[in-house]
């Protein structure tokens, strides 16, 4: 049985799809160990708990990176979670915490990376007049939205769109494509080489 951490700091969409996906049965003999948020009010967390899911706040306000992120670490170990999907989590983890989870942190940006990263990625792709955008499932390394990417899915950007048409379109993918990624990595036989990732040729080994 695989345990999931699910971190994040708002709304929760993504989580909620990731814990629909699980209760259909599209992620198998996975189960959500815990979730955590650094905001007490997030609406991810109230939504957690009504699903009767392990629900914890540790608030980041005031504290240095690592002390923070020594504590949720602290909390995935004692649940025992062998992968942290980052779901609208908005902090920068930490290289320590990084090295804490080898190629087991994967996070979701609404943009095709390398284009539009950080903040505001839908209203970035509308001012910069692409016709094409979409979301990213990808490993978390010690950079923003950088490391290898696991799932990419796209959508048009039409002339009539403003950001939130945009990131409406994009969001359905989202719920999709983290699915598809979670079954992807737990699976098993694929590999990262340099930048990229993909099935092992090998059989066997993988992360
Ligand atoms: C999503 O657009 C995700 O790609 C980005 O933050 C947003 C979180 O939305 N990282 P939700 O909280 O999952 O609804």
Avoid at 51 to 69: F, M
Avoid at 81 to 102: E, H, I, K, N, T
Avoid at 108 to 123: D, M, N, T, V
């Amino acid at each position: 049985m695989h345990s999931l951490g699910i971190l994040l700091s708002g709304r929760g969409s993504n989580f909620v799809a990731i814990a629909d996906s699980i209760d259909a049965g599209r992620i198998p003999d996975t189960q959500i160990a815990v979730v955590i948020s650094n905001k007490s009010d997030a609406p991810g967390i109230a939504t957690a708990r009504q699903r009767g899911l392990n629900a914890v706040v540790l608030p980041s306000k005031g504290k240095a990176r690592e002390e923070h992120d020594r504590e949720v670490v602290t909390a995935l170990k004692e649940n025992g979670v062998d992968l942290v999907c980052l779901a609208g989590y908005m902090r920068l983890l930490s290289p320590w915490f990084v090295q804490q989870f080898p190629h087991r942190i994967l996070n979701i940006h609404p943009s095709l990376l390398p284009a539009f990263p950080g903040l505001e990625a839908q209203e970035q792709a509308v001012a910069y007049g692409v016709k094409v955008s979409g979301c990213t499932v990808h490993f978390v390394d010690e950079e923003l939205d950088h490391g290898a990417i696991i799932v990419q899915k796209t959508v048009p950007v039409l002339d009539s769109d403003d950001e939130h048409a945009l990131a409406a379109r994009i969001l359905e993918q989202e719920h999709l494509a983290y699915t598809e990624a979670i079954n992807i990595v737990l699976r098993g036989n694929c590999d990262v080489v340099g930048r990229r990732f993909g099935m092992t040729t090998n059989q066997g080994r993988g992360l």
